[in-house]
């Protein structure tokens, strides 16, 4: 049996949830747009057990307090709210119920933040580096620098990076995404980049989130809970025994 799944957000990553959906387990019982959500109910959302949330970064923390006083398990791929973080993730963990968040949902994303993670560690121990980072989406993405490039920048400084970094963002037509982490030295310059070819694999990183997520309470950053989800988005037994709450 499938999972019931809300999605909050009826455009372009909308549209590709839905449209891969079925291939994790779930079937799409509510389609929410932002008018919708502003009266939002147990009833609207058809009974759903996990809520999928793009939208954007003004609508995003309103949407995310009302799922969690209707304590639907929610997995949010919207950027650009995360001054609101704290409050938000006090809301759901006294609702006891299931929150996913991340700077990015694409799993090769995830992949790069671990490769530059490990470069930074080792690129830190010569001095005569410095680094940058830049990043392009389409015109119609709000926040800049993107809060992946954040992510990224947050990750070389964890691992003891300490030097000059400098960020930037471009802004332009339908670009889905590309992201580059350069170092700099007088003699040579190291450079490491991920592009996005198209939203299907935001669209699957939620996904396999929403799968993790369902039956679950707690808040988890996705960056952290990545490593369980390898594999998790194989058919049979495992998937019967998850939608098999929900039926």
């Known amino acids: 049996m499938s999972i019931p799944l809300a999605i909050v957000g009826y455009g372009k990553m909308g549209r590709m949830v839905e449209k891969l959906a079925?291939?994790?387990?779930?079937?799409?019982?509510?389609?929410?747009?932002?008018?919708?959500?502003?009266?939002?109910?147990?009833?609207?959302?058809?009974?759903?057990?996990?809520?999928?949330?793009?939208?954007?970064?003004?609508?995003?923390?309103?949407?995310?307090?009302?799922l969690a006083k209707l304590r639907v398990n929610t997995v949010c791929g919207t950027t650009g709210w995360y001054e609101q973080l704290p409050e938000i993730l006090d809301?759901?963990?006294?609702?006891?119920?299931?929150?996913?968040?991340?700077?990015?949902?694409?799993?090769?994303?995830?992949?790069?933040?671990e490769i530059v993670a490990?470069?930074?560690s080792v690129i830190s121990k010569h001095p005569e580096y410095e680094a940058w980072g830049w990043e392009i989406h389409h015109s119609a993405k709000k926040d800049a620098p993107s809060g992946t490039l954040k992510k990224l920048a947050e990750e070389i400084h964890a691992v003891g990076f300490r030097r000059q970094l400098s960020l930037s963002s471009n802004r332009a037509g339908a670009h889905a995404g590309t992201h580059e982490i350069?170092?700099?030295?007088?003699?040579?310059?190291?450079?490491?980049?991920?592009?996005a070819r198209?939203?299907?694999?935001?669209?699957?990183?939620?996904?396999?989130?929403?799968?993790?997520?369902?039956?679950?309470?707690?808040?988890?950053?996705?960056?952290?809970?990545?490593?369980?989800l390898a594999g998790f988005v194989?058919?049979?037994?495992?998937?019967?025994?998850?939608?098999?709450?929900?039926v």
């Open 182 to 195: 350069g170092f700099d030295s007088a003699r040579d310059t190291i450079t490491m980049r991920h592009t």
């Open 22 to 66: 079925p291939e994790f387990g779930f079937a799409v019982c509510a389609r929410l747009t932002k008018a919708e959500m502003a009266n939002v109910s147990i009833a609207s959302l058809g009974g759903a057990a996990v809520a999928i949330e793009f939208t954007n970064g003004a609508a995003a923390p309103q949407n995310l307090r009302r």
């Open 91 to 113: 809301e759901f963990q006294a609702a006891k119920t299931g929150l996913v968040f991340g700077a990015n949902f694409s799993v090769g994303v995830n992949l790069f933040l």
């Open 198 to 228: 198209n939203r299907e694999g935001f669209a699957r990183g939620a996904l396999q989130a929403a799968r993790w997520i369902a039956g679950k309470d707690g808040v988890h950053e996705f960056r952290k809970i990545f490593g369980e």
């Open 118 to 120: 490990y470069a930074a």
């Open 234 to 246: 194989s058919k049979g037994e495992e998937e019967n025994s998850i939608a098999s709450k929900f």
